[in-house]
């Protein structure tokens, strides 16, 4: 396979699975921002300090006003981040791949990106159709995952896809991650109330199976194992590691090259500090550095995979 097509199929998609990243955390914070909070009136600081470039003077006007916010995270040009910058980028990639992807994924894609541009979008989020268009919004994410995994076929290029996705979902839970714990100042032992995690949890998709896995009241301890340890949860850092040393084994395995093997020793240092981390050993002096280390490490290898198989390298 060209490195070019390899490329465009990794970063179409990291863009795509980024896209339902923000998504989720822009709708569940939507929703929670009509009840009432148990810390008083949910603002959009942090979505907006995670999701955007905005300068905090920016942020700071903007985190009360649920239409400018909507406005900059889903429809805004001068947002790198934005839904709509995103979804050109998927497209942009699936573009010039169309011979290597399906039909029904270009379409969907493309049908994506359509509706991101509709012009009358930005005064459908300032009434009250933003929580539809949010949902419909989330489906077509949803859709293109399901048709993905039905549609394309298992070989290099599915590889490729799929360390595309879960290196971008690892970098997505890590850095909720923080900014959450960050907000409670990293105190793992303390006993909060469930509520205090509900935005976190459901932002990962997995506020259901929290209630239904763990059963003790220190919530700090638990949602923290979730997140990062927990090997049946679908959005843990360490089930994502899973999925990618599986498809890094696909594409490395047919070159035996000391590069491919340098990557792999990468990765390998990576998954097992994740895999053999003790969760007593994380408190409120050793956990944001231990997540920033995480994130670095994340980061190291994705360079090292790029400057292995992509052009631009």
């Given at each position: 396979?060209?490195?070019?097509i390899?490329?465009?199929?990794?970063?179409?998609?990291?863009?795509?699975?980024?896209?339902?990243?923000?998504?989720?955390?822009?709708?569940?914070?939507?929703?929670?921002s009509?009840?009432?909070?148990?810390?008083?009136p949910?603002?959009?600081?942090?979505v907006?300090?995670?999701?955007t470039?905005?300068?905090?003077?920016?942020?700071e006007?903007t985190?009360?006003?649920?239409a400018?916010?909507?406005?900059?995270l889903?429809?805004?040009?001068?947002?790198?981040?934005?839904?709509?910058?995103?979804?050109?980028?998927?497209?942009?990639?699936a573009?010039?791949?169309?011979?290597?992807?399906?039909?029904?994924?270009?379409?969907?894609v493309?049908?994506f990106y359509?509706?991101?541009n509709?012009?009358?979008?930005?005064?459908r989020?300032?009434s009250y159709?933003?929580?539809?268009?949010?949902?419909m919004?989330?489906r077509?994410?949803?859709?293109?995952?399901?048709?993905?995994?039905?549609?394309?076929?298992?070989?290099?290029?599915?590889?490729?896809?799929?360390?595309?996705?879960?290196?971008?979902?690892?970098f997505e839970t890590?850095?909720?991650?923080?900014?959450?714990?960050?907000?409670?100042?990293?105190?793992?032992?303390?006993s909060?109330d469930?509520?205090q995690?509900?935005q976190?949890l459901?932002?990962?998709s997995?506020?259901e199976?929290?209630?239904?896995?763990?059963?003790?009241a220190?919530?700090?301890?638990?949602?923290?194992h979730?997140?990062?340890?927990?090997?049946?949860?679908?959005h843990?850092?360490v089930?994502?590691?899973?999925r990618?040393d599986?498809?890094l084994?696909?594409v490395?395995?047919?070159?035996?090259?000391?590069?491919?093997?340098?990557l792999?020793?990468?990765f390998?240092r990576?998954y097992?500090?994740v895999?053999?981390?003790?969760?007593?050993?994380?408190?409120?002096?050793?956990?944001h550095?231990?997540?920033e280390?995480?994130?670095?490490?994340?980061?190291?290898?994705?360079k090292l995979l790029?400057q292995?198989?992509?052009?631009?390298?």
């Amino acid at each position: 396979m060209l490195s070019r097509i390899a490329d465009s199929l990794f970063w179409l998609a990291r863009y795509m699975e980024r896209a339902e990243g923000l998504l989720r955390v822009t709708a569940t914070h939507y929703l929670l921002s009509l009840d009432k909070d148990v810390n008083g009136p949910l603002t959009w600081q942090s979505v907006l300090e995670t999701f955007t470039t905005a300068t905090p003077a920016e942020i700071e006007a903007t985190k009360n006003q649920t239409a400018d916010a909507l406005k900059l995270l889903l429809t805004s040009n001068s947002n790198a981040n934005s839904l709509k910058m995103i979804i050109s980028k998927a497209r942009e990639n699936a573009r010039g791949i169309q011979d290597y992807i399906t039909k029904e994924v270009w379409e969907e894609v493309n049908s994506f990106y359509h509706l991101i541009n509709q012009p009358t979008l930005d005064k459908r989020l300032s009434s009250y159709e933003a929580a539809d268009m949010l949902d419909m919004f989330t489906r077509h994410s949803v859709l293109y995952t399901g048709i993905t995994d039905i549609t394309m076929a298992r070989g290099t290029g599915w590889a490729f896809m799929n360390l595309g996705k879960y290196i971008e979902r690892c970098f997505e839970t890590i850095v909720l991650t923080n900014k959450h714990y960050q907000m409670n100042h990293y105190k793992i032992h303390e006993s909060k109330d469930i509520m205090q995690w509900r935005q976190l949890l459901m932002s990962l998709s997995g506020y259901e199976l929290h209630l239904k896995t763990y059963r003790s009241a220190a919530d700090n301890h638990d949602v923290l194992h979730q997140v990062l340890f927990n090997e049946d949860f679908p959005h843990s850092v360490v089930y994502s590691l899973g999925r990618i040393d599986r498809h890094l084994q696909d594409v490395t395995k047919r070159n035996s090259s000391a590069e491919n093997a340098a990557l792999m020793r990468c990765f390998g240092r990576l998954y097992s500090k994740v895999k053999h981390t003790d969760l007593d050993t994380l408190n409120n002096h050793t956990l944001h550095p231990y997540l920033e280390e995480l994130r670095g490490e994340v980061l190291q290898f994705t360079k090292l995979l790029s400057q292995q198989f992509f052009l631009y390298a």
